[in-house]
């Protein structure tokens, strides 16, 4: 893994950068949320889902995150240690104004973490893999980001046809509870670059935008426009969609667990979500 720290470059580059995006392809202003939430009904066409879509309904791979959390929402039917359970743990975190979504990081109440494989914190996730997915592109999230250590948000692309890792993973950004530093990542097989971010703002502190430029060539990183980092497009993200999901984690080896300074519920506040083409294709 290659770690390298950038500060934001001059506004001025993002407009040659980005020139041409056009009409975007897929806008997510959360007017409503359009998400399904139980499997257990015929499944309709929802631009959300918010589980990951492996495994099966009640699998732990489904709802996996980190070593502390799972993704969870007001249906989620849990497991208990002799098998799947049929008690919907109304855990929700998701909390929806038009125009806003939160995605919410509390404790798992100790009464449900032996339905809830023992993660001892939850939080949520909302992915397109059933709805929308795009070869090269723009992608872009407007978000303010949660603080405090073992909060783990992040904004990131994912081959739909689930050749994870061969076929690789495009993280727009990571937090890890810092608010001035994120990471932007490219994985592909054992291949990894990832470029340690430093922030000239508090990313908790308001609403800012991420975004990845993802060519056949060069994949080039921004924050509110302005690029903070590149690398070179793997060979196996040249020939293959990826859809996007944005989460709220909550612990694990890399950031850590929460201390007794983290406050929750942890608020990753998401205003849009937005693609475009490549420019000039």
Not at 71 to 92: I, K
Not at 167 to 180: H, K, S
Not at 181 to 207: N, P, Y
């Amino acid at each position: 893994m290659i770690l390298v720290a950038f500060a934001p470059l001059a506004p001025a580059l993002a407009a040659n950068a980005l020139d041409g995006l056009g009409a975007p392809v897929f806008d997510e202003r959360f007017d409503r949320f359009d998400h399904g939430i139980d499997q257990r009904r015929p499944l309709r066409p929802h631009r959300w889902r918010t589980v990951f879509g492996h495994g099966g309904a009640r699998s732990v791979s489904n709802r996996q995150m980190s070593a502390g959390s799972f993704a969870s929402d007001a249906w989620f039917s849990g497991m208990t240690p002799a098998g799947p359970g049929a008690r919907p743990l109304g855990l929700d975190p998701f909390l929806h104004e038009r125009g806003e979504l939160t995605i919410l990081a509390r404790p798992t109440p100790k009464s449900l973490r032996p339905l809830a494989w023992n993660k001892p914190f939850y939080g949520g996730a909302i992915t397109t893999k059933f709805s929308f997915s795009q070869k090269f592109g723009y992608f872009e999230i407007e978000a303010r980001l949660p603080a405090g250590k073992g909060m783990w948000p992040a904004f990131w692309l994912m081959p739909v046809d689930g050749t994870w890792p061969d076929a690789g993973e495009i993280d727009v950004f990571e937090g890890l509870g810092n608010p001035r530093m994120i990471f932007c990542t490219v994985i592909a097989g054992k291949q990894k670059k990832a470029t340690r971010v430093k922030l000239d703002f508090d990313a908790s502190a308001g609403f800012h935008r991420y975004g990845v430029l993802w060519g056949p060539s060069e994949l080039t990183w921004f924050v509110d426009r302005r690029v903070v980092a590149s690398a070179p497009t793997p060979t196996a993200l040249t020939n293959r969609e990826a859809y996007m999901i944005a989460n709220l984690a909550v612990g694990g080896a890399w950031g850590g667990y929460p201390d007794a300074d983290t406050s929750f519920p942890g608020r990753y506040q998401i205003r849009r979500i937005t693609a475009w083409p490549h420019p000039g294709r």
